[in-house]
T-cell receptor, first 112, second 113 residues
Framework: AQSVTQPDIHITVSEGASLELRCNYS??????LFWYVQSPGQGLQLLLK??????LVQGIKGFEAEFKRSQSSFNLRKPSVHWSDAAEYFC??????????FGSGTRLLVRP | DGGITQSPKYLFRKEGQNVTLSCEQN?????MYWYRQDPGQGLRLIYY???????QKGDIAEGYSVSREKKESFPLTVTSAQKNPTAFYLC????????????FGEGSWLTVV
């Protein structure tokens, strides 16, 4: 069955520290992969996406993600977290926009 | 500015009433979607529409209805048949050649009182 797992419900990091949010998926083929960010009570904003090519993808706000086929993972990273990065992050996978599967999200808390 | 506008932002409904959430986009996107989000859960697809006058059920369509009479508009009606309608509802759209990227509105909170 197709699925997306974000194993960390909450993550707390100190401002200026590095960040890695995990995303693992189960899918029959190489899917399209996305990371979205959601501030409280707001819609989702696209951070980055992977379709093919270079497995290291750069996104907005200094985020990047690496597709690892052998591990079925698409982890999100940022070298230095800012307080404004506190939000909920969703990984999504799918073969088409009509069939995207979203993970349950990881809430990021940033310590001053 | 181009974007997706959802209204109202907050809506209260009495049990047994139908309510309609509005979604308008001026991005000239062909496809539109409605998702439901519950606390601690990901997004679940309610309905989607690829073109005008056509729409398909998503994973949790029971108790909901939609229409797509215009390209720009995709209203969602939450009927009294929906057992647990209190949730955050997100409208989204995508262009025909997008690499499957979906763009979201700001969401609408529905509370049953």
């Amino acid at each position: 069955a197709q699925s997306v797992t974000q194993p960390d419900i909450h993550i707390t990091v100190s401002e200026g520290a590095s960040l890695e949010l995990r995303c693992n998926y189960s899918y029959g083929a190489t899917p399209y992969l996305f990371w979205y960010v959601q501030s409280p009570g707001q819609g989702l904003q696209l951070l980055l996406k992977y379709f093919s090519g270079d497995t290291l993808v750069q996104g907005i706000k200094g985020f990047e993600a690496e597709f690892k086929r052998s591990q079925s993972s698409f982890n999100l990273r940022k070298p230095s977290v800012h307080w404004s990065d506190a939000a909920e992050y969703f990984c999504a996978v799918g073969a088409s926009s009509y069939k995207l599967i979203f993970g349950s999200g990881t809430r990021l808390l940033v310590r001053p | 500015d181009g974007g997706i506008t959802q209204s109202p932002k907050y809506l209260f409904r009495k049990e047994g009433q139908n309510v309609t959430l509005s979604c308008e986009q001026n991005l000239n996107h062909d496809a539109m979607y409605w998702y439901r989000q519950d606390p601690g859960q990901g997004l679940r697809l309610i309905y989607y529409s690829q073109i005008v006058n056509d729409f398909q059920k998503g994973d949790i369509a029971e108790g909901y209805s939609v229409s797509r009479e215009k390209k720009e508009s995709f209203p969602l009606t939450v009927t009294s048949a929906q057992k647990n309608p209190t949730a955050f509802y997100l409208c989204a759209s995508s262009p025909p050649i997008s690499g499957n990227t979906i763009y979201f509105g700001e969401g609408s909170w529905l509370t049953v009182v």
